[in-house]
């Protein structure tokens, strides 16, 4: 493969995306706005629009050679070596019901990898920054934290979280059971938050499915850049064609008895 391009560029475009995005998002939190449901009966707001315009305005200006795929406006522009994955508000059920665990989600993609990503959560103003190649930066406003997985070789000492039990779905409700089962402890909800929190060494493991690109691109790299491992469920790299299960190891010993936990009962 190719040496990995210079993200310097597309980095400061991301940071004033996610700057962009606090400034369309915070004013709205706690504001009784009007809530919509979409095809798929999952929420959207006046303030995941407004923030997914004024980061595709952005990047199209910036880079108008680049193509962008958002959770509210679909894919534009023409897919080449690098696309952009928006999530204006992970977590919108948070957000609507008052609780700051949302996040605005940014990433690139280069030659179908994530390389750049980043989690924002406007209100605590926390930041994580995952470049390909470079260590996570954690940035906050208020709250403590410093980045790097946690050391936890067995499955049996380890934090399991998923943010709803209702993505769970057959098959995945009893694969998932069994690592549960296998984990010292579950806890639920945090939606992109809770991948943030393993990247500072506060979560172990992360099972979740019935996920699209825009809910775990910018993932990626910040969980993989303060030293943990993101797959599908059997183990295979993250593309934009996966079938939608995410497993985060904060600790890489763990990935293979997380798999071997979640494999399917012959």
Not at 132 to 140: A, I, M, V
Not at 207 to 219: F, G, N, Q, S, V
Request: one cysteine or more.
């Amino acid at each position: 493969m190719s040496p990995l391009p210079d993200l310097a560029i597309c980095l400061q475009t991301a940071l004033a995306c996610a700057d962009a995005a606090r400034h369309a998002v915070t004013p709205h939190f706690r504001s009784g706005l009007t809530v919509d449901d979409k095809s798929d009966e999952s929420p959207v707001t006046r303030a995941d629009r407004e923030a997914e315009t004024a980061m595709r305005s952005m990047i199209a200006q910036t880079h108008p050679d680049h193509a962008i795929l958002g959770e509210e406006f679909g894919l534009s522009g023409i897919e080449g070596e690098f696309v952009w994955v928006l999530d204006p508000i992970d977590g919108t059920r948070a957000f609507i019901t008052g609780r700051p665990s949302f996040a605005t989600l940014i990433a690139l993609f280069w030659r179908g990898k994530p390389v750049l990503g980043i989690i924002d959560q406007p209100l605590t103003r926390e930041r994580w920054i995952g470049v390909e190649g470079e260590t996570t930066r954690f940035e906050s406003g208020m709250l403590p934290g410093i980045v790097g997985t946690r050391s936890c070789p067995e499955l049996s000492a380890a934090e399991l979280s998923c943010t709803s039990p209702d993505m769970l779905i057959p098959p995945f409700d009893a694969r998932f059971a069994a690592l549960k089962a296998a984990t010292r402890r579950t806890s639920w909800g945090g939606d992109a938050y809770g991948y943030g929190l393993l990247a500072l060494g506060q979560i172990d493991v992360i099972a979740e499915c019935t996920m699209k690109p825009w809910d775990w691109a910018a993932l990626v790299p910040v969980v993989t850049g303060a030293g943990g491992v993101m797959t599908d469920w059997q183990g295979a790299p993250l593309t934009l064609e996966s079938d939608g299960t995410v497993l985060a190891c904060g600790d890489k010993v763990l990935l293979s008895q997380a798999i071997a936990s979640l494999r399917p009962s012959p």
